[in-house]
């Protein structure tokens, strides 16, 4: 049984995607009176950690609280900067916020929406503590030199790798690259936990200090805690992947190849269609063994076109706004043009496993027509 949401097909700009076993399992879960932290979410570790070929995967409760328990693992604080690209999702840099350092926010190659290497680099400081580049896409940039280049310097580079599980960089992927990296399994990304996240580790000190900071600071194991009184060894925070999420992951987990194989037809159909439509760039996620999480445009009159195409019950999106721009990070806004521009011309167009090669078509056909009439109207 494959059930779509109500409003799938094109209505939708995302949309989590079920193979049928997601539902007994969380069952399953609900009927053994155990939700919590359970052997589920350890086999969920281990089962991600083999996928990757890691030796250790840490289950967090969010993609948000994985980067969070990765900073205060790489020990950035308060009065620290952090290097990120404002184009990505304000969860990176709320991320940053939570352990009270400040963003730094730097531009992106507009053609890939992601970092460049020496963006980053000119852009360290005394104050530097770590860098946060963002996967954009699906898209596994080599950001190898940018390791070697920080980490001797006691800078800490965290990979957000929300949009990019299952990604290969090279013949490795994404998360197997010895960096600390963060992943995201929330409703719509490429396997969802309903909400959850992981990180890799560089070290097994690494993935004790996270598993502590997740089970709010207790250092006694499950079995343990059922005969004694529990104890507070550090600080925590209640950030563990519950066993019903857990379960919907391992199910995700089963029919992976699938999903992998899905997104990727889905976004040729997507590039094939794209190709004789004038006006509009692909925001191009790379080499074939990148697993796509979103499928991109950058077009002129973005707004217009968004509200023709709207208008039309097409699922467009805007992924992301500049967080430079946002209220809440307005103390650390500066100038970023290249973000600036980028961020008025894309346009997300509906990518889910819902969608047929048809359907596909015919988006890209519609978005042809609003692009004229947005042209026309002055
Ligand atoms: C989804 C996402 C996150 C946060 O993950 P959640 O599971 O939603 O907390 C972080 N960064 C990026 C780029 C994301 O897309």
């Given at each position: 049984?494959?059930?779509?949401?109500?409003?799938?097909?094109?209505?939708?700009?995302?949309?989590?995607?079920?193979?049928?076993?997601?539902?007994?399992?969380?069952?399953?879960?609900?009927?053994?009176?155990?939700?919590?932290?359970?052997?589920?979410?350890?086999?969920?570790?281990?089962?991600?950690?083999?996928?990757?070929?890691?030796?250790?995967?840490?289950?967090?409760?969010?993609?948000?609280?994985?980067?969070?328990?990765?900073?205060?693992?790489?020990?950035?604080?308060?009065?620290?900067?952090?290097?990120?690209p404002s184009m990505t999702f304000c969860a990176t840099v709320q991320a940053i916020r939570?352990?009270?350092?400040?963003?730094?926010?730097?531009?992106?190659?507009?053609?890939?929406?992601?970092?460049?290497?020496?963006?980053?680099?000119?852009?360290?400081?005394?104050?530097?503590a770590a860098v946060v580049p963002v996967l954009f896409g699906g898209r596994a940039v080599d950001l190898s030199p940018i390791h070697s280049a920080l980490e001797e310097r006691g800078i800490a580079v965290i990979e957000d790798a929300a949009h990019a599980f299952g990604s290969l960089n090279g013949t490795r992927r994404v998360g197997a690259t010895g960096a600390l990296t963060c992943f995201s399994f929330g409703p719509i990304k490429n396997l969802t936990c309903g909400q959850g996240g992981m990180v890799i580790?560089?070290?097994?000190?690494?993935?004790?200090?996270?598993?502590?900071?997740?089970?709010?600071?207790?250092?006694?194991?499950?079995?343990?805690?059922?005969s004694t009184t529990c104890r507070v060894d550090s600080f925590g925070l209640r950030y563990q992947l519950s066993g019903i999420n857990a379960a919907i992951g391992l199910a995700q987990l089963g029919h992976f190849d699938t999903t992998v194989e899905t997104r990727r037809r889905l976004w040729g159909t997507y590039r094939d269609a794209l190709r004789t439509l004038e006006g509009v760039t692909l925001v191009d996620v790379g080499p074939r063994t990148a697993v796509p999480h979103l499928c991109q445009v950058r077009v002129g009159r973005r707004d217009q076109v968004f509200q023709e195409v709207r208008s039309r019950e097409i699922g467009v999106g805007v992924h992301y706004p500049p967080n430079h721009l946002q209220p809440a990070f307005a103390p650390w806004r500066r100038a970023l043009p290249i973000t600036e521009q980028v961020g008025q011309e894309i346009l997300s167009l509906p990518f889910h496993q819902h969608l047929t090669e048809d359907q596909i078509n015919r988006v890209v056909a519609d978005l042809g027509q609003a692009i004229k009439t947005a042209r026309a109207v002055r």
């Amino acid at each position: 049984m494959t059930t779509a949401p109500a409003a799938s097909g094109t209505q939708r700009n995302a949309s989590p995607y079920l193979y049928g076993q997601e539902a007994a399992a969380v069952a399953q879960v609900l009927e053994s009176g155990q939700y919590g932290h359970t052997a589920l979410t350890e086999e969920f570790e281990d089962r991600v950690a083999a996928f990757l070929g890691v030796t250790d995967a840490v289950a967090v409760s969010s993609g948000t609280a994985a980067l969070h328990t990765a900073l205060l693992a790489a020990r950035v604080g308060p009065g620290d900067e952090v290097i990120v690209p404002s184009m990505t999702f304000c969860a990176t840099v709320q991320a940053i916020r939570a352990v009270g350092a400040t963003p730094r926010f730097v531009e992106i190659n507009p053609a890939t929406l992601c970092v460049d290497q020496q963006v980053v680099l000119d852009a360290v400081t005394e104050s530097t503590a770590a860098v946060v580049p963002v996967l954009f896409g699906g898209r596994a940039v080599d950001l190898s030199p940018i390791h070697s280049a920080l980490e001797e310097r006691g800078i800490a580079v965290i990979e957000d790798a929300a949009h990019a599980f299952g990604s290969l960089n090279g013949t490795r992927r994404v998360g197997a690259t010895g960096a600390l990296t963060c992943f995201s399994f929330g409703p719509i990304k490429n396997l969802t936990c309903g909400q959850g996240g992981m990180v890799i580790p560089r070290t097994p000190e690494e993935a004790d200090t996270i598993r502590r900071l997740r089970l709010l600071g207790v250092t006694q194991s499950q079995t343990e805690r059922a005969s004694t009184t529990c104890r507070v060894d550090s600080f925590g925070l209640r950030y563990q992947l519950s066993g019903i999420n857990a379960a919907i992951g391992l199910a995700q987990l089963g029919h992976f190849d699938t999903t992998v194989e899905t997104r990727r037809r889905l976004w040729g159909t997507y590039r094939d269609a794209l190709r004789t439509l004038e006006g509009v760039t692909l925001v191009d996620v790379g080499p074939r063994t990148a697993v796509p999480h979103l499928c991109q445009v950058r077009v002129g009159r973005r707004d217009q076109v968004f509200q023709e195409v709207r208008s039309r019950e097409i699922g467009v999106g805007v992924h992301y706004p500049p967080n430079h721009l946002q209220p809440a990070f307005a103390p650390w806004r500066r100038a970023l043009p290249i973000t600036e521009q980028v961020g008025q011309e894309i346009l997300s167009l509906p990518f889910h496993q819902h969608l047929t090669e048809d359907q596909i078509n015919r988006v890209v056909a519609d978005l042809g027509q609003a692009i004229k009439t947005a042209r026309a109207v002055r």
